[in-house]
T-cell receptor
Framework: DGGITQSPKYLFRKEGQNVTLSCEQNLNHDAMYWYRQDPGQGLRLIYYSQIVNDFQKGDIAEGYSVSREKKESFPLTVTSAQKNPTAFYLC?????????????FGPGTRLTVL | DAKTTQPPSMDCAEGRAANLPCNHSTISGNEYVYWYRQIHSQGPQYIIH???NNETNEMASLIITEDRKSSTLILPHATLRDTAVYYC????????????FGKGTRLSVIA
């Protein structure tokens, strides 16, 4: 089955700890994205990557970091500098950044910082 | 700045058509209208997109007004599984920029 996997589905961390969220895709897509969603809100873009070894900040990149060492993987690290990290995190991918190709989303990781 | 305006919530009876409106009065000539939906606690799912002609696929129909300042997503026979948040997004298709999601419309399909 082709698709996007995010693990784990639920994640709990203590305040002050860094945590890395996994995102893997086997769709052979060049572009990948990370969004954050808070209750009752829309999705906000954290980071995106157009190609391996390249990524761009989105609207709310502060307190987050990413890497894109492989085409199929785009992990997101939530650092201790992120003031309010508890949220639902969604990873997505598309053939490229253009709107001619739809974005496919993973099932999401719900992060709770205690 | 929001490029689209959608009602925060709507109800629809099961089996009836659900008509979800979207205003995009500042849309420019090369911007497309996209619709995605998000079922509770899942990732969003692409539905349909269009430029100026009406579009239809197996999920829905998209009706865009002649002046392109508004559009309507139509789910012809809504089921309980169509209960979701529906996002209307406007963007230039050829631009290398990600989708920007607003708050969308929460559609509740009622039995």
């Amino acid at each position: 089955d082709g698709g996007i996997t995010q693990s784990p589905k639920y994640l709990f961390r203590k305040e002050g700890q860094n945590v890395t969220l996994s995102c893997e895709q086997n769709l052979n897509h060049d572009a990948m994205y990370w969004y954050r969603q808070d209750p009752g809100q829309g999705l906000r873009l954290i980071y995106y990557s157009q190609i391996v070894n390249d990524f761009q900040k989105g609207d709310i990149a502060e307190g987050y970091s990413v890497s894109r060492e492989k085409k199929e993987s785009f992990p997101l690290t939530v650092t201790s500098a992120q003031k309010n990290p508890t949220a639902f995190y969604l990873c997505a991918s598309s053939i490229d950044l253009s709107g001619f190709n739809e974005q496919f989303f993973g099932p999401g990781t719900r992060l709770t910082v205690l | 700045d929001a490029k689209t305006t959608q009602p925060p919530s709507m109800d629809c009876a099961e089996g009836r058509a659900a008509n979800l409106p979207c205003n995009h009065s500042t849309i420019s000539g090369n911007e497309y209208v996209y619709w995605y939906r998000q079922i509770h606690s899942q990732g969003p799912q692409y539905i349909i997109h269009g430029l100026k002609n009406n579009e239809t696929n197996e999920m829905a129909s998209l009706i865009i007004t002649e002046d392109r300042k508004s559009s309507t997503l139509i789910l012809p026979h809504a089921t309980l599984r169509d209960t979701a948040v529906y996002y209307c997004i406007v963007r230039v298709a050829s631009a290398d920029t990600p989708l920007v999601f607003g708050k969308g419309t929460r559609l509740s399909v009622i039995a």
